[in-house]
């Protein structure tokens, strides 16, 4: 009930390229859907995030799109540049229980010149 | 604004050792949380506090972690004894209060290797 599902495991797309990452949840009762970004030896921060209010957020190169009967939420990266390899991980809360972060299990993104 | 500070950054014990976190978060938020996460997963809540009362720690394996956060600021995480499979990256996060306490904020972590 509580999982929160990622794909893929890892992407590798070339400079200017738009990687998408999808992730799919369980539990209907989360209303808070982040993602986040973190490099090697880093630790995770927070990119964008959306609740289910609305089908679409967008912050710079970086788009979260919703759909909240299919229970799936997916990242895109516009004109994805070599400084945004890393591992990207969606998570999802229902913030009437105070915020408990339910991650997935990552995306290793490798942006090639 | 200081981010949310932890120390050691790397730590290497042998098993049945103990071994201590601590976690300074940012200023003013009074909600701090515990990750867990193993190589190539997403991290995993241990314990959330509220101030200082832990009000979520049902995934703390009790037997051998222990957590506390006097005066309701920095925490300490415990292990004892490490057993081989406690070897994990462990993350600190803070929140703070009002319309934005959905936003965590994490620090770099604590890489602890058991040999």
């Known amino acids: 009930q509580q999982q929160v599902k990622q794909s893929p495991q890892s992407l590798i797309v070339q400079k200017g390229g738009i990687p998408i990452i999808n992730c799919a949840y369980e539990n209907t009762a989360f209303d808070y859907f982040p993602w986040y970004q973190q490099f090697p030896g880093k630790g995770p921060a927070l990119l964008i995030a959306?609740?289910?209010?609305?089908s679409e957020k967008k912050e710079g190169r970086f788009t979260i799109s919703f759909n909240k009967s299919a229970k799936q939420f997916s990242l895109h990266i516009m004109d994805s540049q070599p400084g945004d390899s890393a591992t990207y991980f969606c998570a999802a809360s229902n913030t009437g229980t105070a915020s408990k972060l339910t991650f997935g299990t990552g995306t290793r993104l490798q942006v090639t010149l | 604004e200081a981010g949310v500070v932890q120390s050691p950054r790397y730590k290497i014990i042998e098993k049945k050792q103990p071994v201590a976190f601590w976690c300074n978060p940012i200023?003013?938020?009074?909600?701090l949380y515990w990750y867990l996460q193993n190589l190539g997963q997403g991290p995993e809540l241990l314990i959330r506090?509220?101030?200082?009362?832990?009000?979520?720690d049902s995934q703390l394996p009790k037997d051998r972690f222990s957590a506390e956060r006097l005066k309701g600021v920095d925490s300490t995480l415990k292990i004892q004894p490490a057993e081989l499979g406690d070897s994990a990256v462990y993350l600190c996060a803070s929140s703070g209060s009002g319309p934005l306490t959905d936003t965590q904020y994490f620090g770099p972590g604590t890489r602890l290797t058991v040999l």
């Open positions: 959306i609740r289910p209010d609305v």
């Open positions: 506090y509220e101030n200082e009362e832990a009000v979520d």
């Open positions: 200023s003013g938020h009074n909600t």
